[in-house]
């Protein structure tokens, strides 16, 4: 199957962006209510997924490099 090994990285890729979406589609509601609590929680855990987002890409990029994708 040569196909799936081309189509595979760009699942999987789609996937993560999907996901992430929709966690940046409710990440200001959450915000807001932990915002209730203190600011400075809702800043940490807004911060905690923005830099989730680049460890996740960059955990697989490095993932990938070691398999020689």
Request: proline content about 6%; glycine content about 12%; aromatic content about 12%.
């Amino acid at each position: 199957m040569p196909g799936r090994k081309e189509k595979s990285p760009a699942i999987a890729a789609a996937i993560i962006l999907a996901v992430v979406g929709i966690g940046f589609f409710v990440l200001p509601s959450i915000m807001m209510r932990l915002g209730d609590i203190s600011p400075w929680l809702a800043a940490g855990v807004g911060a905690l997924f923005v830099l989730g987002f680049f460890l996740i890409f960059w955990l697989r990029a490095r993932h990938q490099r070691r398999r020689g994708l």
